[in-house]
């Protein structure tokens, strides 16, 4: 079991629900507060409750919460888009994960968030800027097109894209960003949005590397002909039964990700097979899930 299936297991039930519509809601009560009417000398709403780190220091200690109720922008369209999109996402992410989950993983990058807001005013010469929740938001962004990349948006209401490309624009311009920015607070900010991402996904995307690297490495030695210009057939041939695609083309096989090396199976076989470990030696787990992946 998994740190966090136990952490889960333990605290599960002080998880808080629905927490995307609560943050949402708090940053609409944020936005018309700051759009009514002030007296003379008014202080705005909305810069009264950003994180600044200096500000917190001097007694205002409420802006270490509050700044999370920053509407994601001041013109009324583009906050709606805003809350719409992150109530798409994150209501997903909670279906998908269950609410303590996405609640760690926004607890996570809250507290990255902070940190790394005092940190870079702590090094940074001259008074603090305010540190934004956007990067936070963007992580949530980013996990929901881990789940799901083929999600398509419309942007303006007419293009479609699909979000697996918006996800990639995003990561290079975080990259970018961290490697021209003029000031450490936005460098500090994208390493606190990429921290909870990468410990959620991090196991993932090297199984995924690896599986590339597995992939890669059968085709080219299945595929001997590309060193002569030509291009063969990939041929896929079940260990267990000796079935391949070249006499059953309507079979479908899969290349077991627990198994050592490359291991081929077909469908029937891929549920029920002694997983090779390592060579010589067998996980005896007959009946456990292959875990194939598609080649």
Same mark, same amino acid.
């Given at each position: 079991?998994?740190?966090?299936?136990?952490?889960?297991?333990?605290?599960?039930?002080?998880?808080?629900?629905?927490?995307?519509?609560?943050?949402?809601?708090?940053?609409?009560?944020?936005?018309?507060?700051?759009?009514?009417?002030?007296?003379?000398?008014?202080?705005?709403?909305?810069?009264?409750?950003?994180?600044?780190?200096?500000?917190?220091?001097?007694?205002?200690?409420?802006?270490?919460?509050?700044?999370?109720? !920053?509407?994601?922008?001041? =013109?009324? /369209?583009?906050? $709606?888009?805003?809350?719409? %999109?992150?109530? &798409?996402?994150?209501?997903?992410?909670?279906?998908?994960?269950?609410?303590?989950?996405?609640?760690?993983?926004?607890?996570?990058?809250?507290?990255?968030?902070?940190?790394?807001?005092?940190?870079?005013?702590?090094?940074?010469?001259?008074?603090?800027?305010?540190?934004?929740?956007?990067?936070?938001?963007?992580?949530?962004?980013?996990?929901?097109?881990?789940?799901?990349?083929?999600?398509?948006?419309?942007?303006?209401?007419?293009?479609?894209?699909?979000?697996?490309?918006?996800?990639?624009?995003?990561?290079?311009?975080?990259?970018?960003?961290?490697?021209?920015?003029?000031?450490?607070?936005?460098?500090?900010?994208? !390493?606190?949005?990429?921290? =909870?991402? /990468?410990?959620? $996904?991090?196991?993932?995307? %090297?199984?995924? &590397?690896?599986?590339?690297?597995?992939?890669?490495?059968?085709?080219?030695?299945?595929?001997?002909?590309?060193?002569?210009?030509?291009?063969?057939?990939?041929?896929?041939?079940?260990?267990?039964?000796?079935?391949?695609?070249?006499?059953?083309?309507?079979?479908?096989?899969?290349?077991?990700?627990?198994?050592?090396?490359?291991?081929?199976?077909?469908?029937?076989?891929?549920?029920?097979?002694?997983?090779?470990?390592?060579?010589?030696?067998?996980?005896?787990?007959?009946?456990?899930?292959?875990?194939?992946?598609?080649?």
């Amino acid at each position: 079991m998994s740190l966090l299936s136990r952490l889960e297991s333990k605290f599960g039930r002080y998880a808080v629900p629905n927490l995307t519509v609560f943050l949402i809601a708090g940053q609409v009560v944020a936005y018309l507060a700051d759009s009514a009417p002030r007296g003379p000398g008014g202080a705005a709403v909305l810069e009264s409750i950003q994180l600044i780190p200096q500000q917190v220091l001097a007694g205002e200690w409420w802006r270490v919460v509050t700044f999370l109720f !920053v509407p994601p922008a001041t =013109n009324v /369209l583009f906050a $709606f888009i805003g809350w719409y %999109l992150f109530y &798409l996402m994150g209501t997903s992410l909670e279906a998908n994960w269950g609410p303590f989950r996405y609640s760690v993983y926004l607890a996570i990058g809250y507290l990255a968030s902070v940190v790394a807001a005092f940190a870079s005013w702590s090094v940074a010469a001259g008074p603090a800027l305010p540190a934004s929740n956007l990067f936070l938001y963007g992580s949530v962004f980013l996990a929901f097109a881990r789940f799901y990349p083929e999600f398509v948006l419309y942007i303006m209401f007419v293009l479609p894209v699909k979000i697996k490309w918006l996800a990639w624009l995003t990561w290079a311009t975080y990259t970018w960003n961290f490697l021209t920015a003029d000031a450490w607070l936005p460098r500090m900010m994208i !390493v606190a949005a990429v921290l =909870n991402y /990468l410990l959620f $996904f991090g196991h993932d995307i %090297l199984r995924d &590397l690896k599986h590339g690297h597995r992939r890669l490495r059968f085709q080219t030695r299945a595929m001997p002909g590309r060193a002569h210009g030509t291009r063969g057939p990939l041929v896929h041939e079940c260990r267990i039964c000796g079935l391949t695609s070249t006499n059953s083309p309507r079979t479908q096989f899969r290349y077991c990700s627990r198994c050592d090396g490359d291991r081929c199976y077909c469908l029937e076989h891929l549920d029920d097979h002694e997983h090779v470990v390592a060579e010589g030696i067998v996980e005896s787990e007959v009946g456990s899930r292959g875990g194939g992946h598609d080649e």
